[in-house]
């Protein structure tokens, strides 16, 4: 795979004019997957038959597709294997793909990580990280990224009701410990020209105000806001996360929008590529009216 | 693979009496290795020649080997599959098997991530976490601990100098983050028998008083301690790890045991395994010298 040249926060920026800032995320459960993608007794060829045929179905409406690795992760190297496969489909479809591996480690090992989700032959534009072991544990992803063209998405702060204790807990000299972390990620972002840059932020779009926080303490860094539909969060949510041309953030729907059966109750049945379809299309019309500008 | 049925606590401990603290670890570097595990053309295989050649060599004087899963996901799945082969040629010769994988979700991701690493079929008797997510991340892992008899060492204090600035930030009302954290997973512990059980926590030696506050805070589990060897790390870090009976710590080793070559220049050569075997020795004397109760 040829190293992508441009600078990841522009060609965010570009799939994003292009095609909307809704992210697919693929978080396949074999319990949930429509029947004409089983592939009897071959979890990996299941799983790719539903990922590429999701890919197929959203591309034109999404920027971004994820693909959260713990559901590959725990099918072994089949599983690992058809991960790359959907992430190669949908990057061939123009579709920025974002691994949401949540990798987390240091030196060599954290160089490791990077070249495994970002080096040349990933499939994957960028990956999610964690940054509990400090600046040094971030920088060989960021050398990565900054090298290949790639992004990542540090996880700062999380929704979840024991995420506060820990990232808002406030340095002695640098506000709040997400917060200061951002500053030192912002400290090492290339912006391209579109403004925006390669070292962005998860941000939990139900925390109040974080979203708001984080554009200011991230000013290049594009935010993905999970969450949109299944964890409760809407659409409002985005708008402090935008810059003033309107770009900056990215919105992941994962259940609500690949196993709408989930919600309703009604069997995935023959249709359920409609259903996918219908359920983004909402979720873009939805997008859109809390993001026109007046 | 059947359920393990003892308590993880206990199964460690009669590890480590049986063949002492030492845990190997496998990181596989490419360009390190002997020439008489390549196999043309055929990266997991190559990985996994290397790594059951490791295992052999060391089965009967190691308590633990930890394999580094970002030295084997940078192979994609067949990096995965000779990782899950050389852990289940580890775990068939009686060692106790840790994934380094420092893994941190939320809900349904982080029980996969669980079952993945910790489930029934999974060659691993234990994983490395990280609690950036905070307790709501941890219990989907020690959950699948105490189901399944296996263990998790939660990442609290890391020797990087990185690490200082987020780990030991105080909070409100409960001392430095880490140590918070560590008792949250001490009120979750079920010790066995041994007095130790299956939440333990990965503690930098080579900080100093890291690891005995790490024993206070959880008095029931198994500390690992990493550094030994390569990154300036010694022996003497594993008293005041030690609970009465002596038992309590594991020390991990990677380069200084598995590349001796790499400290000393000379080329691996055809008795390559003699000299990892002698660096373990090596260790191991290191160690019981350290360790000797007078």
Redesign the interface.
């Known amino acids: 795979m040829t190293t992508p040249a441009a600078n990841f926060g522009d060609r965010l920026a570009d799939a994003v004019r292009a095609r909307g800032p809704a992210c697919v995320g693929i978080?396949p459960?074999p319990d949930w997957l429509p029947e004409d993608v089983l592939r009897e007794g071959d979890i990996g060829a299941t799983l790719r038959a539903h990922g590429e045929a999701v890919v197929e179905v959203v591309a034109d409406a999404a920027s971004t597709v994820k693909l959260?690795c713990?559901?590959f992760?725990?099918h072994?190297?089949?599983g690992?294997?058809a991960m790359?496969s959907i992430a190669r489909a949908a990057r061939a479809r123009g579709l920025v793909t974002i691994a949401?591996a949540?990798?987390?480690?240091?030196?060599?090992?954290?160089a490791?990580?990077a070249?495994?989700f970002l080096?040349d032959d990933s499939p994957f534009d960028a990956v999610t990280v964690?940054?509990?072991?400090?600046?040094?544990?971030l920088t060989p992803f960021i050398d990565a990224a900054h090298r290949g063209g790639r992004g990542i998405f540090c996880?700062l702060r999380?929704s979840?009701?024991?995420?506060?204790?820990?990232?808002e807990?406030?340095?002695?000299d640098d506000g709040p410990?997400w917060e200061?972390?951002g500053r030192t990620l912002a400290a090492a972002e290339k912006p391209g020209s579109s403004g925006l840059g390669a070292l962005g932020a998860v941000v939990g779009a139900t925390v109040p105000d974080a979203v708001a926080r984080a554009r200011r303490v991230l000013p290049a860094g594009w935010l993905l806001l999970p969450g949109y539909g299944a964890q409760g969060g809407g659409a409002a949510a985005i708008v402090p996360a935008l810059d003033e041309a309107g770009l900056g953030a990215i919105v992941n729907a994962s259940r609500s929008v690949v196993f709408p059966w989930r919600a309703d109750g009604e069997a995935p049945g023959p249709s359920w590529r409609d259903r996918v379809r219908a359920a983004l299309d909402a979720m873009n019309s939805d997008l859109g009216s809390a993001t026109r500008r007046e």
């Open positions: 978080d459960r959260n713990a559901f992760e725990r072994g190297a089949d690992w294997s790359l949401d949540k990798r987390s480690d240091i030196g060599p090992s954290a490791a990580y070249d495994a080096g964690v940054p509990w072991l400090g600046e040094d544990g996880v999380s979840n009701p024991g995420a506060e204790r820990l990232q807990v406030e340095t002695a410990l200061s972390l």
